[in-house]
Structures are given as structure tokens and as C-alpha cells.
């Protein structure tokens, strides 16, 4: 059990009449203390960052103050330490300051001076932790940005909402497209979090099989069900203490939803088979790329887990809305493949440029990371859904003269808008700006049509 950070002083003495003395001083100066009688087994209750001070005898039977102190200061050595001792003590105390106690009252003392120590004590760990956490935020904030690479508005709000959902205990909802990062924002919820030295669990409910999700998420007891031989530790009580990830939510059963509504609002769970109720600590972050609202209008979705899981949204942004965002993942991830191939980095032309930017991205940051690695490789700049992307020759062929480059460069951006289009022809001509009369003639010019990217026309070609 650990201490109450409402508790500012723990008092330690095995002298019954002094510890009640030293308590009503401190108790008539608004000050909550937990007085004690014995120090063994302190340490293992007080956190690291907890906000108060240790008051504490040096003679005591068991666990002395000088262990005490060296025990506490093995796990936080800014915990103020003051040390109480008598009047054959001090050269000991003397050398207790030297190992990093806070302050030495000799005894008798004055009320004031116990009082003075100790305040002094308490706004010094205020500083110090005040300063802890604004080093843990710049460091939370500097890890952030390493890990949800853009600076679009986009993207910098959706760090801003991750760094202020980490240190709560809310359950989240992630939303986003295939490929957007959906896992990575979990993950940095967890690492962000007071949970981070806890496991990090993460499993794809669309990637279960229907009779076995049950088991793989709750547990089960021996014969809960034909071939179940032994207990097995179901996902949610292995992350217990942790956090839970859980991928394509809308992919689970209606039954299984019940159950998880119930984990979610009792913070419990009961193993197949079993009687059992096991109490939970548990964070559960959820992700889907589906409308659950719009599944639960269906009847596909429990209303209910929808309004329970939605109590903290985020919303990944697709890469397509990002801007230039593209270009700096782009390279960071085509930097970061050079470097793990032993390979020089390849700079990207203007045009490699023009064409990440105008890329819709269907497959998001996932398919602009492998498009990144076959880059580094020096493979081609294929897209999908791009039959001629526009690569290091776009810029130009040797040997050939400006006119015959500005007709490859044409003749690859149609190309490119072509099969993006999806066989829409009024699509193609607003996407390059020019009038139908004039695409047709562009279309001829260079021996392109829908047929030839694999797409059949939608619209009238007149």
C-alpha cells in the first residue's frame, strides 16, 4: 500500500510520548502527518515522486534513520530526509548530512525549530518537483515529436491531445484510416503515461478467429469449453497495471461487446469457465477506422460501448490532409532506411516533390514508409495507383532538350492525375485545371486514355 500524497510528513519514533508530541505540533500547524512507530518496510511505500518529508529518530530498534535514509534515497535521493538525535549522536548526524539528510534537530528542540525544518523541507520539494515535471513535459514533448513526425496544424494538435490524455487514467478512443498510426499513437499514449513501467499490450480483434476471442481476451479455466486443458491468462489481466490496446474494435461480436462494457465499468474480469471476479488496473485504449456511431445506428455496434468508449476521441489525421507533412516523413523515414542499408541518403528532386505532395496517400504513413525504404534502395519512386510515377528521370532524360522534357514531364503528371481519377473525366480535367477541349487534345497527344491505366470512363468523352 502506498502513502496518501495528501500525507506531508511521515513521522517515525519508537517513543510513544514523543512521537505523540512531535504529531500535535505538527497536527496544530495544518500539517497531515502519518506518525510510526518503526521504519521497516517504509521505503516500499512511498513513490517516487511523492510531495512530502520524512521525519525520523536515528535510534531505533530494527531499521535504524541512517538505513532508512539510505534505503529511501536508494529509490528518490531528493526525498528530504530530516534525522532526530540525541546529544551523543550529532557526530553521526554530521555524517548523515554528508550522505544526503535534509537537516538535524538535537534533542530537546523548540517546536519552532521542528517546524521551521520541516516547512523549509517541503518547499524544497516542491521546487524539486515542479522542476522534475517540467523536464519529464520537455522530454514527453521532444519524445512526441521524434515519434508523430509534421508540423501541420493537424498533427500538432493531435500531440497536444496525446500529451494531455497520457497522465489521466481515461480510457481512449483512436480513430483513424488504415496505415494512419494508429498503434504508434497507443503506444505513445502508454509511454507518456504513469503506466509506462507496465506492459503495453496490444491485440487486433479483426485478426481473431470468432471462437477463440473470448479465450484469448477474458481467459479461461480448465473445461471451460472442449480442449481447454489448463488456465489460460486472457490479454486484459496479462496488461493489468498497464495498458491494453485493442485494434479494429468494430470487428468484435455483439457478445463479446457486452463483456467488455462491463470489464470497462467495473474493472473486473471473470475467466470462461470461471467464477472468479479479478480486480483490474487496467487502461483500455481502443481504435477503429470505421464510424462506430454510424455502426451503431446499424445495430452493428452497442450503442452503449460507443458512448463508453467515445468519452476521449482522437482523431489521427489521413496523410492526405497533412500538406507538407508528406515531404518530412518522406525523408525522415527514407533517411532512417539509409542509414540501417549502410547507403548514402538521395536527396529528392523538385518533381519527386511535386509528386509525394500530390500523392493521395490511400495507404497513409504506411504506404509512404515503404515507398520511403524502395527510395533509399534506390529503387524507383512508385506509387500506388501511379502507372508512371515520376521519378529521378522525371526531371529529364540525357541528351534530351528542354522541349522534349517539359513533354515527359506532361505527359507523366496526366498520367499520374489519370489514374487517380477512377475513370471520372470531369475529375481528371478540374485535378489539372484545364478545360475538357484542352485535355482532350492532351489525352491524344500523348497516347493516353483510361484504358491504357487499367480504368474504364464514367463520363462521355465528348
Not at 500535535?24 to 517504509?42: F, H, R, V, Y
Amino acid at each position: 500500500m502506498k502513502i496518501d500524497h495528501q500525507i506531508q510528513v511521515v513521522l517515525i519514533d519508537d517513543d510513544p510520548h514523543l512521537r505523540q508530541a512531535l504529531s500535535q505540533t505538527l497536527d496544530l500547524a495544518g500539517l497531515k502527518i502519518l506518525p510510526l512507530a518503526e521504519a521497516q518496510g517504509l521505503a516500499a511505500q512511498i513513490e517516487r515522486d511523492w510531495p512530502g518529508v520524512i521525519v525520523s529518530d536515528i535510534r531505533m530498534p530494527g531499521m535504524d534513520g541512517l538505513e532508512l535514509l539510505k534505503e529511501l534515497h536508494d529509490q528518490d535521493p531528493e526525498l528530504p530526509v530530516l534525522l532526530i538525535t540525541g546529544h551523543g549522536d550529532v557526530p553521526l548526524a554530521v555524517e548523515a548530512m554528508r550522505a544526503g539528510a535534509y537537516d538535524f534537530l538535537e534533542k530537546p528542540f523548540a517546536s519552532d525549530a521542528l517546524l521551521d525544518s520541516v516547512r523549509r523541507a517541503l518547499a524544497w520539494r516542491r521546487l524539486v518537483l515542479d522542476n522534475r515535471s517540467l523536464r519529464l513535459a520537455l522530454s514527453d514533448r521532444q519524445e512526441l515529436s521524434a515519434r508523430l513526425v509534421g508540423h501541420s496544424p493537424l498533427m500538432l494538435r493531435l500531440r497536444e491531445q496525446i500529451g494531455a490524455l497520457a497522465a489521466t487514467r481515461a480510457d481512449v478512443l483512436i480513430l483513424g484510416e488504415t496505415g494512419a498510426g494508429k498503434e504508434v499513437v497507443a503506444r505513445a499514449l502508454h509511454d507518456l503515461s504513469n503506466r509506462r513501467n507496465g506492459p503495453f499490450v496490444a491485440i487486433n480483434a479483426g485478426a481473431l478467429a470468432e471462437s477463440v476471442v473470448e479465450s484469448e481476451l477474458f481467459g479461461h479455466e480448465p473445461g471451460a469449453f472442449t480442449g481447454a486443458q489448463k488456465r489460460r491468462i486472457g490479454k486484459f489481466e496479462f496488461a493489468n497495471g498497464g495498458t491494453l490496446f485493442l485494434d479494429e474494435i468494430e470487428s468484435m461480436s455483439l457478445d463479446v461487446q457486452v463483456k467488455l462494457l462491463r470489464l470497462l465499468q467495473e474493472r473486473v474480469v471473470e475467466r470462461l469457465g470461471g467464477n472468479q471476479q479479478i480486480p483490474l488496473d487496467i487502461r483500455v485504449i481502443a481504435a477503429t477506422k470505421e464510424d462506430l456511431r454510424q455502426a451503431a445506428d446499424q445495430g452493428r455496434f452497442r450503442a452503449d460501448l460507443y458512448y463508453r468508449l467515445n468519452v476521449a476521441p482522437l482523431r489521427i489525421p489521413p496523410l492526405r490532409e497533412r500538406g507538407e507533412d508528406a515531404l518530412m516523413l518522406f525523408q525522415h523515414f527514407a533517411d532512417e532506411a539509409s542509414t540501417r542499408h549502410g547507403l548514402p541518403p538521395h536527396p529528392l528532386q523538385p518533381a519527386q516533390r511535386g509528386l509525394l505532395l500530390r500523392h493521395t496517400w490511400p495507404g497513409n504513413v504506411r504506404e509512404l514508409q515503404n515507398a520511403a525504404e524502395r527510395f533509399a534502395l534506390g529503387l524507383e519512386l512508385a506509387l500506388d495507383n501511379t502507372p508512371e510515377s515520376l521519378d529521378a528521370n522525371i526531371a529529364g532524360h540525357p541528351g534530351s532538350n528542354l522541349s522534349e522534357q517539359v513533354e515527359h514531364f506532361e505527359k507523366s503528371l496526366i498520367a499520374a492525375e489519370l489514374a487517380r481519377s477512377h475513370g471520372s473525366l470531369r475529375s481528371l480535367a478540374e485535378a489539372l485545371g484545364i478545360p475538357r477541349k484542352t485535355l482532350h487534345d492532351k489525352l491524344r497527344k500523348h497516347g493516353l486514355s483510361f484504358d491504357s491505366v487499367g480504368s474504364a470512363a464514367s463520363d462521355e468523352l465528348e
